[in-house]
Antibody
Framework: EVQLVESGGGLVQPGGSLRLSCTAS????????MSWVRQAPGKGLEWVSG????????YYADSVKGRFTMSRDNSKNTLFLQMNSLRVEDTAVYYC???????WGQGTLVTVSS | QAGLTQPPSVSKGLRQTATLTCTGN????????AAWLQQHQGHPPKLLSY???NRPSGISERFSASWSGNTASLTITGLQPEDEADYYC???????????FGGGTKLTVL
């Protein structure tokens, strides 16, 4: 059974940093591209970032470019999202997802507020 | 990064057919169309259709996807109460190397 489990969310002040993690199981993690997708309260889905299976190619939404960094550790089946210079508008549930869209974690809530 | 455009809401009666649309810039759907996801309140999205109307295992045949030019569609036949949810289309925009989502359509089953 495929499982994606996010962690690392929480409350942070504007300008602060957080590091999200996503641990995968049930499939050959290194073979697949992965994504981070977020959803602000009451809003739609917004793609944040994507990374190739080997980690050599990374892609970012304009809204987070230069502030967020996506990475992966295939030896530990884990995906990361380092979020710096956080803004109030980054408040959302952050999901990690298999790039096919077939598998999603339950999400972790990030709240940016003073 | 321009997104995809979906109508905010659609309402249809029980056992009727709903067709949800998703419009993008030219070529965003390429030769694979859009992916469609369903999301119930408080839950993560669930994939309904991907790449040329392929349905993941366990997805009902009542859900079918298609696309023509810059418009993708999801048709849901025999509407059931559990189909009431938010529906999102998604595609990889190779012109900007980014995934784009539609704003979502809230489907109400009357």
């Amino acid at each position: 059974e495929v499982q994606l489990v996010e962690s690392g969310g929480g409350l942070v002040q504007p300008g602060g940093s957080l590091r999200l993690s996503c641990t995968a199981s049930g499939f050959t993690f290194s073979n697949y591209a992965m994504s981070w997708v977020r959803q602000a309260p009451g809003k739609g889905l917004e793609w944040v970032s994507g990374i190739s299976g080997g980690g050599g190619s990374k892609y970012y939404a304009d809204s987070v470019k230069g502030r967020f960094t996506m990475s992966r550790d295939n030896s530990k089946n884990t995906l990361f999202l380092q979020m710096n210079s956080l803004r109030v508008e980054d408040t959302a549930v952050y999901y990690c997802a298999h790039d096919s869209g077939a598998y999603w974690g339950q999400g972790t809530l990030v709240t940016v507020s003073s | 990064q321009a997104g995809l455009t979906q109508p905010p809401s659609v309402s249809k009666g029980l056992r009727q057919t709903a067709t949800l649309t998703c419009t993008g810039n030219s070529n965003v759907f390429g030769d694979q169309g859009a992916a469609w996801l369903q999301q119930h309140q408080g839950h993560p999205p669930k994939l309904l259709s991907y790449r040329n109307n392929n349905r993941p295992s366990g997805i009902s045949e009542r859900f079918s996807a298609s696309w023509s030019g810059n418009t993708a569609s999801l048709t849901i036949t025999g509407l059931q109460p559990e189909d009431e949810a938010d529906y999102y289309c998604s595609a990889w925009d190779s012109s900007v190397s980014a995934r784009v989502f539609g704003g979502g359509t809230k489907l109400t089953v009357l």
